[in-house]
């Protein structure tokens, strides 16, 4: 596994840890694992798998 550094804002990384805390997620880690996994099959769903930028610049 690779490691990324990322800046979120503060309210979402309360939220984050309310979410382990309940036991939701074992932590932190694997929660965002978990939101990225989701956003990506999200993605293959709206456009078949094809193109995977969530962002036009």
Do not use: H
């Amino acid at each position: 596994m690779e490691r990324v550094t990322l800046r979120i804002p503060r309210q979402q990384v309360e939220e984050v840890e309310q979410m382990v805390e309940t036991g939701e997620f074992p932590n932190r880690s694997e929660a965002i694992r978990s939101a990225v996994r989701e956003m990506i099959n999200e993605n293959d769903t709206a456009d078949g798998g094809r193109d995977r930028s969530w962002a036009k610049v």
